[in-house]
């Protein structure tokens, strides 16, 4: 009964309490994105949600756009200054999906929404995640955020849709908060940003060159259905 009738409501009057109560923050935040990092200062990414329906996520940009000599854009470990590390240690780069919350797109909790390219290569059990709103935060990310492994996301994913229930939401909303304020599990050890679901396969050899070129392939044609 939560899920189905009482958890949205609860997400719409929080987030938009949420958004009137830390307005001035979001103010100054996208005044220190403009001046530190650039602009736009709202950055966008399609991302597959609820049944795998894509949705345009919003977050404050956390990296730069230089560019190498050959006018392409440098690696992430180059583009993310002191300030936008600041701005992902603390989470605050992720306040805009408050946005996404109140349009229907996401969930206070549920699991993180992953990249089109992630899902691409996600296995049938894995793919039932897509089966409720993904969430500002979630099981997961209580339990390791970015410093555990895919296999145990997956696995903390899982369980929190096999019984989503008021009690264990506010739980995982007191500890994200807790973790925020200690900046834990910020990111993998050795990695500015998340590795890719189809890098990490290819990497440990779980899938070949021909299976992750196509599934890229499959997730750049899926993307461009969107125009951000």
Same mark, same amino acid.
């Given at each position: 009964?939560?899920?189905?009738y ?12 949420? +958004?009137?109560? @830390?307005?001035?923050?979001?103010? /100054? #935040? ?9 602009? *736009?200062? !709202?950055?966008?990414?399609v ?6 329906r ?37 989470? +605050?780069?992720? @306040?805009p999906?408050?946005?996404? /919350? #109140? ?9 993180r *929404?992953? !990249?089109?390219?992630?899902m ?9 995640r ?10 997961a ?6 410093n ?34 200690n ?21 440990i ?24």
């Amino acid at each position: 009964m939560y899920e189905r009738y009482f958890k949205r409501m609860l997400d719409f009057i929080l987030s938009g309490i949420a +958004l009137v109560v @830390l307005s001035p923050i979001l103010l /100054i #935040i996208a005044t220190l994105v403009r001046i530190r990092l650039g602009s *736009p200062v !709202l950055f966008k990414q399609v991302r597959p949600g609820k049944n795998c329906r894509l949705f345009t996520m919003y977050k404050f940009r956390s990296m730069t756009n230089r560019l190498d000599s050959r006018g392409n854009l440098l690696s992430d470990n180059l583009r993310v200054n002191s300030f936008g590390k600041k701005l992902r240690a603390t989470s +605050l780069d992720e @306040l805009p999906e408050l946005i996404n /919350i #109140i349009k229907g797109d996401m969930s206070l909790v549920g699991p993180r *929404p992953q !990249l089109v390219r992630d899902m691409v290569f996600f296995t049938e059990e894995q793919i039932k995640r897509q089966s409720v709103y993904p969430g500002l935060t979630g099981l997961a990310q209580i339990c390791g955020r970015n410093n555990i492994t895919w296999e145990d996301k997956f696995i903390y994913d899982l369980q929190y849709i096999s019984d989503i229930n008021f009690f264990e939401d506010m739980r995982i909303i007191y500890r994200t908060i807790f973790k925020v304020v200690n900046q834990d599990d910020i990111s993998a050890e050795g990695m500015e940003t998340a590795e890719d679901y189809g890098d990490y396969l290819f990497r440990i050899g779980r899938i070949d060159l021909v299976t992750y070129s196509r599934g890229q392939e499959k997730a750049k044609n899926v993307e461009e259905i969107i125009i951000i």
